[in-house]
């Protein structure tokens, strides 16, 4: 099973002893949940939320830290938690950000050990990175957070092939906090990288959650390709009415044209992680309203590109034939390698009848 996002929440400026941190909403049991928190006077937590651990708390300058906590969910967490300081030094100044996922394994949540580094001996930056850890489980969700004083209007840019997930300043001594994710795969190797549009001293802390065993994962069409000719039966968008769960012959793509040698474009969701196992590809074939007529189809699968036909790298072609007026759905085995599981596209094109 894929480690998948299951929302986060954040704050705005905080200056108190007392934070009353949001968590993002539709935890459920054995999610797991990442607090992040950004303070510019360090702070001496007497209270902690029950269950949660603390991943790294690396120092720099004097009184800035940037903390991470985490814990598996049990399910009863509520919409906060709270943390209490003692006051003794000032009151805690900064921001939060809070992350939940699915999918991680329920005994084994950390791949690898965390890293930390608190940059104490760097001079400012726009291009913070990660210490560099070593994952030994394929497709881990890797996890960089970043944490700085900064100033008003900092913003980040995820590095290469990463997701951003939070983006943080808050007005009040300008702390600031960044987090982004990555799906490792293969296991190896690997250092999280942002770029910042202003330099700061940023500390950073690096995590990779290993995925649970098993699972099924669905993509589906999200977005129009080119069309030559096709329309939906309703709305505007083929996608919309080729996304079912449920086949309905009510929801279909029609051709005002001829329709032999005519085909349709549609892009599909991002997978979490690359394909493994059985892959399948599942269609309901187009098929003709009036006249009771067989026909054969081509279905291709694609890899990136752009909406153009043929564009990006062709994955598989498959050939169907002597389809019938009430074509039932069909499920397609995928044999070919994928590398971009997050760039696929499907062409339909209906052939010679």
């Known amino acids: 099973m894929p480690v998948a996002i299951r929302g986060t929440a954040q704050s705005g400026a905080v200056q108190n002893t007392t934070w009353n941190v949001a968590l993002p909403s539709g935890i459920v049991a054995d999610d797991y949940i990442i607090i992040a928190i950004m303070v510019d006077m360090r702070p001496n937590w007497t209270t902690v939320p029950s269950g949660f651990s603390l991943i790294a708390s690396p120092t720099w300058d004097g009184n800035r830290q940037l903390f991470v906590y985490a814990k598996k969910a049990t399910g009863s967490e509520g919409s906060s938690v709270q943390f209490v300081s003692d006051g003794v030094g000032g009151t805690p100044t900064g921001v939060y950000g809070s992350i939940a996922y699915s999918g991680v394994d329920p005994t084994t949540a950390l791949d690898v050990a965390s890293t930390s580094d608190d940059r104490a001996d760097d001079a400012d ?3 913070p990175d990660a210490p560099s850890q070593t994952t ?3 497709q881990a969700m890797v996890i960089g957070i970043f944490g700085a004083r900064t100033v008003s209007g900092n913003t980040g840019t995820p590095g290469g092939g990463a997701t951003e997930r939070l983006d943080i300043v808050g007005s009040i001594q300008n702390a600031a906090i960044y987090i982004e994710e990555l799906v490792k795969t293969p296991a190896g190797a690997i250092a999280m990288n942002a770029t910042m549009t202003v330099a700061s001293v940023w500390a950073a802390v690096q995590m990779a959650l290993r995925p649970a065993a098993g699972g099924v994962q669905k993509v589906r069409p999200i977005s129009d390709g080119a069309t030559d000719g096709f329309s939906p039966s309703t709305g505007t968008e083929l996608f919309a009415v080729l996304d079912e769960e ?3 012959d009510t929801d279909y ?5 001829t329709p032999e040698g005519k085909k349709f474009r549609v892009k599909l969701g991002v997978l979490n992680a690359p394909p493994a196992g059985t892959r399948t590809l599942k269609i309901r074939p187009y098929k003709h309203v009036s006249g009771g007529e ?3 189809a081509i279905v291709r699968l694609y ?8 564009s990006g790298t062709l994955v598989q072609t498959f050939n169907l034939t002597n389809l019938d007026e009430i074509a039932d759905t069909i499920s397609l085995a995928i044999t070919g390698t994928i590398t971009k599981y997050w760039d696929l596209w499907v062409e339909y094109e209906v052939d010679v009848v």
């Open 125 to 127: 930056t726009t291009a």
């Open 136 to 138: 030994v489980t394929d």
């Open 246 to 248: 449920t086949p309905s």
């Open 253 to 257: 793509v029609d051709s005002i044209l």
């Open 294 to 296: 067989q026909h054969n």
């Open 303 to 310: 890899e990136g590109g752009s909406s153009a036909f043929g």
